[in-house]
């Protein structure tokens, strides 16, 4: 039976603009791995580089969040089953595959030469398969020595997140979903307290809880009041959209100076999810004055970002060695730049050609599993 609702049925809709985010959010990281601490300059613009995946849960909690919103108030239910298996076909297919170029690594290297730092734990496979990485992460308190399975971690939370909300869009009313959302906006400050005490990373569900929730409720509001945020929208001036999203950037490169100290780190998460919440609602409205068309070239760069995501730690280490093992002094600006311009150049032919050749096979499956 439909929830009991005046809420009106959205109209689904692709929000192109978010996808040249998606990009801006892989850059954050991917200037966090590059690998090149010893430029104070670059240092100081790769600090805090983190947010970038902290974005991808806010947005991924907007997306799914709409897509299940949609789906229970068209037919008054969602079908679990269908939106799991629409989950495992956009990210399981990828992820083995680049779990398997992990644990054939050692093999690699050893075969080549290939310079390797060889810090951290080796790997173990069951905890890779079944998607509890961070976990090894945390039980460690160190990093896996191969790549990419020390960025995997985020894909393991986004795993537990897709279980925690298929269940939760199913079993929970349309009309109480935005107070359990509220309620997850707030849960997290216990855990990440506790983990603080415990000198455990936070690259857990619930400790992460809140980028999600935000990104939930952020959902609700735009389907909810889609004429009144439609109009408003209209209203604003350019220069005054063009002026918070300035401030924006310019908070998400500084905020580490501020949010990562003491005690108020407990807060950074949140803190991050209103920001990010409210670049959603200034861009998703149609009326929007900031509009990025599906034909841009950082769209198309969004579109194959979870490849980027997943691909640059092990491209940067490869162009890295390659680099070392011709004399190239990484320390020499120069060779910084250009090592910075390949290693990009790189990960985006590679993500391309993963993108095209290997993962679209698998999304057009989802076409069999009704929407998302």
């Not at 959302?181 to 849960?187: A, E, G, K, N, P």
């Amino acid at each position: 039976m439909a929830d009991a609702t005046t809420i009106p049925i959205p109209e689904r809709r692709r929000f192109e603009t978010l996808d040249s985010l998606r990009f801006f959010a892989f850059l954050r990281v991917f200037f966090l791995h590059v690998g090149l601490a010893s430029f104070p300059l670059i240092h100081q613009f790769t600090r805090g580089g983190e947010n970038g995946v902290s974005f991808f849960f806010t947005l991924s909690g907007f997306l799914i969040s709409y897509l299940l919103f949609q789906e229970k108030l068209s037919t008054g239910k969602v079908d679990l089953g269908a939106f799991m298996l629409r989950r495992v076909l956009r990210i399981w297919p990828l992820y083995f595959l680049m779990a398997g170029v992990a644990y054939a690594t050692p093999w690699f290297l050893s075969t080549t030469g290939f310079y390797h730092a060889q810090s951290g734990y080796d790997p173990d496979w069951r905890f890779t398969f079944f998607f509890l990485e961070n976990y090894r992460l945390i039980i460690e308190n160190n990093h896996p020595n191969v790549a990419p399975l020390w960025v995997m971690w985020s894909l393991c939370v986004e795993e537990h997140y897709y279980i925690l909300w298929g269940l939760l869009f199913t079993f929970v009313s349309v009309r109480k979903l935005p107070i359990v959302l509220s309620v997850m906006t707030i849960l997290p400050y216990a855990f990440r307290y506790y983990y603080r005490l415990h000198g455990w990373d936070w690259i857990d569900l619930p400790t992460n809880l809140d980028y999600f929730a935000f990104g939930g409720l952020t959902a609700y509001l735009y389907i909810r009041y889609t004429d009144k945020i439609e109009a408003f929208a209209e209203k604003i001036p350019k220069a005054l959209v063009v002026g918070f999203l300035t401030c924006t950037v310019a908070f998400v490169y500084l905020e580490w100076r501020v949010l990562q100290n003491g005690y108020i780190s407990i807060c950074r998460p949140t803190i991050l999810s209103i920001v990010f919440s409210l670049v959603l609602l200034v861009l998703v409205p149609k009326k929007s004055k900031i509009k990025l068309s599906e034909k841009n070239p950082l769209s198309w760069l969004g579109t194959i970002s979870y490849g980027l995501y997943l691909i640059h730690t092990v491209s940067n280490s490869f162009v890295k060695s390659i680099f070392i093992k011709n004399g190239v002094m990484l320390n020499v600006p120069i060779n910084a730049t250009i090592y910075i311009m390949t290693t990009l150049t790189v990960v985006i032919l590679l993500s391309a050609a993963s993108y095209y050749l290997f993962e679209t096979r698998f999304l057009n499956l989802k076409k069999r599993f009704k929407k998302g």
